[in-house]
């Protein structure tokens, strides 16, 4: 079994920052890709931030300068440095993650999701 979860949301008045964390841990053989997906009341669930195994980043346009996605030092971790925050950014933010798991192969595993609250 894999598990992943999140931490790190709550309110913040527009322009504050907040840090999302999330780790993945259980029967993994390869964590391919892990990301940040947000979901707004009525609204479809979008990326906003993902990073690969190698590093390699890429950012919805609406956060990009705001926002930053990096890996802890174990690689099973992500976290979202949200920097600038806007009431638009409020969400319920998911962590993604693409995992290689021995017998399944690969599959995609979410968060159960981090509430969000910019405020005016």
């Known amino acids: 079994q894999v598990q992943v979860v999140e931490s790190g949301g709550g309110l913040v008045q527009a322009g504050g920052s907040l840090r999302l964390s999330c780790a993945a841990s259980?029967?993994?053989?390869?964590?391919?890709?892990m990301g940040w997906y947000r979901q707004a009341p009525g609204k479809q669930r979008e990326l906003v931030a993902r990073i690969t195994s190698d590093d390699s980043t890429n950012y919805a346009d609406s956060v990009k300068g705001r926002f930053t996605i990096s890996r802890g030092n174990a690689k099973n971790t992500v976290y979202l440095q949200m920097n600038n925050l806007k009431p638009e950014d409020t969400a319920v933010y998911y962590c993604n993650a693409d995992i290689y798991r021995l017998g399944p192969g690969r599959v995609d595993y979410w968060g159960q999701g981090t509430q969000v609250t910019v405020s005016l």
């Open positions: 259980g029967s993994i053989i390869r964590i391919n890709r």
